[in-house]
């Protein structure tokens, strides 16, 4: 089953690779890596999870604030290797949850985006993974995440 | 045009590269990707731009930081590619921002580094981003850049 | 002397590599780049320094964190590459500090781990750094790392 099959097994549709918010770009590979920008929980166009983890979300909130940055991430590395088949590996997801005074769920909620790269790619998405509390996030986004991965040369290469 | 010969358009003089605050290194090499350490803005030797954006300083002076993080990055990576036209890429521009309580404006002040690997590298200069709030930064410092970059094995690599 | 021979020289029983905290693996490795995950101050399975510099803990006390985070790191290396003599740089080292109100000693708590990876590695030890400071850290951290290594070949392999 190729990575675009278990998203629809999942009821995801892949949206457009979201647009960098600034003087920058969405995704870059060089060599067999492709890193993303940080990337937001944006949902057709508009900030779906706004706020801090522990004052204005819950955790529950917090983890599908995760998920959907995981989505549009996946969507960047589509943008990049053109099939997700491509993706050798999921080698490092940077988990970064605004947060307010003392809060301590950064792990479960960074688990909406590791179980989905789990699901979607399997033992390719076995990633390593950081996990901090920010004050203040640009455009007070509940979640940012950067991803890194390897890509392959081919659709059957298997790594 | 080369870099170098932008830089000297722009009025941009490259300081010698800013030495290390402690036990490390300010950049180094692995394969073909070239990091940096944290950059901190440094000019002449004194920390140019001290304090928090939204509390000790306006955003037009964020800008002027990151901007000087960025010089201060260029003269890295100049010492470790020996000519700036074998950087076939900025890769990757880490962003992070000391602020106060509620500030939203990393994106715009971030841009004085982006605007300007722009403006010098041109389309070898397009980038991801990260970008994020930090309540409190080494040496008061009010931006620190790590930026990566693919570095070319000749003067007229083309990638 | 090999990296190893030289933790022996200094006392330390490196331990066993920590496991991930959730849903992720604590190394990856991509072409002859190591990263590991973020590196928490775990010793025998418990939180050796939790709470935050400048109010819970002294700068002795952080430099210690650190350092426990560098050896839970060459740990992960050495599961990583077998022998740490095959590590032929640290490339980076990303550190984290927990930390409350108007602290500044980010970088004198680090040395912490950057004089490790220094005393150990030798030349090959010389490391990019990037130094930030944390509001609300997982797990009540004091510290936490995220390393990443060139690897070579062989044994013998000089870089």
């Known amino acids: 089953m190729t990575p675009e099959q278990r998203l629809a097994e999942l009821g995801i549709a892949l949206p457009a690779a979201p ?20 990337q ?18 819950r955790d529950d909130e917090g983890y599908q604030a995760a998920r959907l940055c995981a989505i549009n991430a ?17 080698v490092r997801v940077e988990g970064y949850v605004h947060c307010g005074p003392g809060y301590r769920g950064h792990p479960q909620v960074l688990n909406g985006a590791s179980d ?5 790619f399997g033992e390719r998405g076995r990633h390593t993974r950081l996990a901090l509390g920010i004050h203040e996030m640009p455009l007070d986004a509940a979640i940012e995440l950067s991803v890194w991965a390897e890509v392959g040369d081919g659709a059957n290469d298997q790594g």
Chains 1, 2, 3 share one sequence.
Not at 19 to 38: D, E, I, K, R
Not at 116 to 120: A, E, K
Request: glycine residues 10%.
């Open 40 to 57: 937001l929980p944006w949902r057709d166009g508009a900030m779906a999870y706004a706020g801090k983890l522990g004052v204005d979300l």
């Open 74 to 90: 996946i969507a960047q590395l589509k943008a990049a290797a053109g099939e997700l088949s491509r993706i050798r590996r999921i």
């Open 19 to 38: 647009p960098a918010v600034a003087a920058y770009v969405p995704w870059v590979q060089t060599g067999n890596l492709v890193m993303t920008s940080g």
């Open 116 to 120: 989905l790269f789990n699901d979607v």
